[in-house]
């Protein structure tokens, strides 16, 4: 909970989640997030910069006015454009009424039931969506295995009946997340904290001047404080929070290295992060039966730090559950920028 909160969110699509926190929390197993979201203290939504994310339940009534009105714009009109049958109202009402008290039912249930005519129909999960992302539904993540989950649709007011997010004044919000942002990952610019939210640069200058934040030239923080350097090293994720953050990645990564982190969309890759520095990227193979972790760094790896990220390996095994990992040194590391699509999630 405590990396949860400190990073405003896990990027909430498996096996991702269950790797941010594998890569910070000793001892981390997959169980342990399956019971926080069990528990309802972890809640999956659509929020910073319409991304999906496991979000703490105290960070709710800050997130989701401060973020709301972006989002439900961005799909708003495109589903009401495309509805023929009925209107998107119409088919709220409908769903909201074939959904029992407390009953949880995937898109394709929910479609099931209200059996709507053949324009409809391939809108559904579009209305579905927007109707989360509206707060009238949570989408609870039902898992399958510990790299891959469903997602069960229920009433908002059922799931969480006591947590608000309509009272809160969204100019108010908007000030708290940039608190928020700033005290997680300041120094930082008003256009990284627009990018990293989905405000515009008005909404994030304004948020960011009623912070009280310390300007220091174009960068902003609060209660900046002294922190140590990370040591060892940590098999980062697809997505991981470190690498999006921050609109310009160049205060934290060599411009030389951003073309082998960042594909030409800005999708971040797998990285191998050793004593806090960025030092290759990885791959993991598909095939939990014989788990294979393929590394490549951008030079030379000692033999003391590949026995390091064979440790790190194992770990990625004991939240898959195999009793073993082969690990593939790998050379040449690609330039995502240059490479076919969606290359970044799987480099070597």
Request: charged fraction near 25%; aromatic fraction near 8%; proline fraction near 7%.
């Amino acid at each position: 909970m405590e990396v949860a909160h400190d990073s405003i969110g896990l990027y909430v699509a498996p096996p991702v989640s269950h790797l941010e926190l594998a890569a910070r929390v000793p001892g981390y197993g997959t169980s342990d997030l399956e019971a926080l979201m069990a528990e309802r203290k972890l809640i999956g939504l659509r929020c910073l910069r319409g991304s999906a994310f496991l979000m703490p339940i105290d960070l709710l009534p800050t997130v989701v006015p401060a973020t709301r009105h972006r989002n439900v714009r961005a799909f708003g009109s495109y589903i009401r454009k495309s509805l023929v049958a009925d209107t998107y109202e119409t088919w709220v009402g409908r769903i909201e009424a074939v959904l029992g008290p407390g009953e949880q039912l995937t898109k394709a249930e929910i479609t099931a039931r209200l059996d709507p005519p053949e324009s409809d129909l391939p809108f559904m999960t579009n209305v579905v969506s927007q109707m989360a992302t509206e707060s009238r539904l949570i989408g609870v993540r039902v898992p399958v295995s510990w790299r891959s989950a469903q997602i069960a649709y229920t009433r908002w007011t059922d799931w969480l009946p006591e947590v608000d997010v309509e009272g809160p004044d969204p100019d108010e919000a908007r000030v708290a997340l940039a608190r928020l942002y700033l005290q997680s990952f300041g120094p930082a610019s008003v256009q990284d904290f627009a990018w990293w939210s989905g405000l515009t640069k008005t909404e994030a200058r304004s948020a960011i001047g009623e912070s009280d934040a310390d300007a220091v030239g174009d960068l902003f923080d609060i209660d900046p404080a002294g922190t140590d350097t990370p040591s060892g090293v940590r098999l980062l994720p697809i997505w991981d929070t470190l690498f999006v953050t921050w609109k310009d990645r160049s205060r934290f990564i060599p411009e030389e290295l951003l073309p082998y982190i960042y594909d030409a969309s800005g999708n971040a890759t797998s990285a191998v992060l050793m004593d806090g520095i960025v030092a290759g990227v990885w791959s993991m193979s598909s095939d939990d039966d014989q788990l294979e972790i393929r590394v490549a760094p951008f030079g030379e790896f000692s033999s003391s730090q590949w026995s390091s990220i064979e440790e790190e390996a194992g770990v990625v095994a004991d939240i898959a559950g195999m009793d073993s990992v082969r690990l593939v040194r790998c050379d040449d590391p690609p330039d995502l920028k240059k490479g076919r699509r969606n290359l970044f999630m799987r480099p070597v």
